[in-house]
T-cell receptor, first 112, second 114 residues
Framework: DVKVTQSSRYLVKRTGEKVFLECVQD?????MFWYRQDPGLGLRLIYF???????EKGDIPEGYSVSREKKERFSLILESASTNQTSMYLC???????????FGPGTRLTVT | GEDVEQSLFLSVREGDSSVINCTYT??????LYWYKQEPGAGLQLLTY?????DMKQDQRLTVLLNKKDKHLSLRIADTQTGDSAIYFC??????????????FGKGTKLSVKP
C-alpha cells in the first residue's frame, strides 16, 4: 500500500527559528513535492525534486530550501521562520507517467 | 498559463447523485485527476483519466471528460454523509521537463445533508 509520512502533524515554532519538515515515501517514487495550503489560495508548489540531489523551485520558493539526499526522503527547511509561513504543509510523491501524486497527512505549522 | 477552475461549494441530500465540475486550460494535458480531502488531512487520490478517454467508472465514481470543451466532471452516485469533503480537480502539465507537476483547482466543498 502506498505510503507517504510526514515527521509531525502539528508544530509550533517561534519567529526566527530554523524549522525542518521531513517527508518519507516507501514507494520508490522518483518525484517528490512540497506544497503549502492556505484558505482561499489552494495548493501552492514550493519545491519539487525529480531525482536524488536534484531540486527545482516551484511557484513560491522564497524563504524555503529543500534537501534530497536519499530517494525516499525530501526535507523542507524554513531557514528563519516568519509568521506568514504559518500554514498547512503537504508533501507528495509520484512515479513517472501517469504522474499521480500521493500525499502525506500534512503538517500544520504555526509560527508565533 | 495553465489554470483549473472549480465551483467552490456544492450541497446535496444523502442518497442523491453529486456532480462536481471542473474546467482546465492546458489542451496538452495527458492526465486529469480527482482528489478528496477530509478536514485536517492530506489529499487522497480518487481516480484519474487519460486524456484520450471520454469516461471512466470506478464503483460509485464516474469521471466524464469533454476534451473539446476542456471540461471534467466527477459524479458520485448514492452520495453518503461520509462523502462530505473538499474535492480537487488537477491536470498534468503537458509539456517540457515539468511533466510530473500537477496544476490543482481550488477545490469544491461538498456538503451532504442527511
Amino acid at each position: 500500500d502506498v505510503k507517504v509520512t510526514q515527521s509531525s502533524r502539528y508544530l509550533v515554532k517561534r519567529t526566527g527559528e530554523k524549522v525542518f519538515l521531513e517527508c518519507v515515501q516507501d514507494m520508490d517514487h522518483e518525484n517528490m513535492f512540497w506544497y503549502r495550503q492556505d484558505p482561499g489560495l489552494g495548493l501552492r508548489l514550493i519545491y519539487f525534486s525529480y531525482d536524488v540531489k536534484m531540486k527545482e523551485k516551484g511557484d513560491i520558493p522564497e524563504g524555503y530550501s529543500v534537501s534530497r539526499e536519499k530517494k525516499e526522503r525530501f526535507s523542507l527547511i524554513l531557514e528563519s521562520a516568519s509568521t506568514n509561513q504559518t500554514s498547512m504543509y503537504l508533501c507528495a510523491s509520484s512515479r513517472d507517467s501517469p504522474y499521480e501524486q500521493y500525499f502525506g497527512p500534512g503538517t500544520r505549522l504555526t509560527v508565533t | 498559463g495553465e489554470d483549473v477552475e472549480q465551483s467552490l461549494f456544492l450541497s446535496v441530500r444523502e442518497g442523491d447523485s453529486s456532480v462536481i465540475n471542473c474546467t482546465y486550460t492546458d489542451s496538452s494535458s495527458t492526465y486529469l485527476y480527482w482528489y478528496k480531502q477530509e478536514p485536517g488531512a492530506g489529499l487522497q487520490l480518487l481516480t484519474y483519466i487519460f486524456s484520450n478517454m471520454d469516461m471512466k467508472q470506478d464503483q460509485r465514481l464516474t469521471v466524464l471528460l469533454n476534451k473539446k470543451d476542456k471540461h471534467l466532471s466527477l459524479r458520485i452516485a448514492d452520495t453518503q454523509t461520509g462523502d462530505s469533503a473538499i474535492y480537487f480537480c488537477a491536470e498534468s502539465i503537458g509539456d517540457g521537463g515539468s511533466q510530473g507537476n500537477l496544476i490543482f483547482g481550488k477545490g469544491t466543498k461538498l456538503s451532504v445533508k442527511p
